[in-house]
């Protein structure tokens, strides 16, 4: 609906909706949909780590060199970090009160306005750390198959993972900066449209040899695209 329509993912950000009750979206405050959203992206963090994490089990091991091991652990860690900078933000945004004092302002109360601020910077931070993930992942080389029955190859999974945590992290970040700037009552959304995504292509694209060459034409890309 009109909190989709402003992110630079709408059909991403609808899916984080898809549990919820419609009655309870459809009576909603900006402020709420906001922190659903932000409980569904912290939910594909923690998974891709757990593909990150497959990849490095007993079985796969011996099938990777140094690098792309350290690279795969690396991003472990990374994730975790990612998944506690999105746990700051869910649990500091719900301190903050709604509604706005005066609708239509656009500003909130100085104390809250800081503390959205303060949100803005962790999901940079959390996107910073799913950009050096995927990017450690991709230049590490060719990692080959994984321990899983499906033996799909290890560096497309994670990077297909990856992909998905860019999207949610960016609705994420863009929805934070649109509740900072146009507060809690919906109306004040409703014309409200987000940037044009610039995916990373190294990270949609699963085909290691085209992964590759992507990646060299791409290295330059960093998370201010999204800003």
């Not at 933000?89 to 109360?109: C, D, E, F, H, Y």
């Not at 987000?194 to 992964?211: I, N, S, Y």
């Amino acid at each position: 609906g009109v909190i989709c329509n402003a992110t630079v993912y709408p059909d991403v950000c609808s899916k984080s909706f898809s549990q919820t009750n419609l009655g309870f979206l459809k009576n909603a405050s900006a402020h709420t949909l906001v922190s659903i959203a932000l409980k569904a992206a912290s939910v594909i963090v923690k998974e891709s780590r757990v593909v990150v994490k497959s990849c490095s089990t007993k079985g796969s091991q011996p099938l990777l060199t140094p690098l792309e091991l350290q690279a795969i652990q690396d991003c472990t860690t990374l994730m975790d970090m990612a998944t506690d900078q999105l746990s700051l933000v869910i649990a500091n945004l719900s301190t903050i009160v709604t509604p706005m004092p005066k609708p239509g302002v656009g500003q909130w109360p100085e104390k809250h306005g800081e503390a959205l601020l303060d949100l803005e910077a962790w999901l940079s931070g959390a996107l910073s750390l799913q950009s050096t993930c995927a990017d450690g992942v991709t230049v590490s080389g060719p990692v080959v198959l994984s321990s899983s029955k499906s033996g799909s190859n290890c560096r497309a999974r994670i990077l297909k993972s990856q992909a998905r945590v860019w999207e949610v992290l960016t609705n994420s970040l863009d929805l934070v900066k649109k509740l900072a700037s146009h507060g809690d009552k919906l109306a004040n959304w409703k014309h409200q449209k987000g940037m044009k995504a610039q995916p990373r292509r190294h990270m949609l694209d699963t085909d290691p040899e085209r992964v590759d060459k992507t990646s060299q034409d791409d290295n330059a890309y960093s998370v201010s695209n999204t800003s």
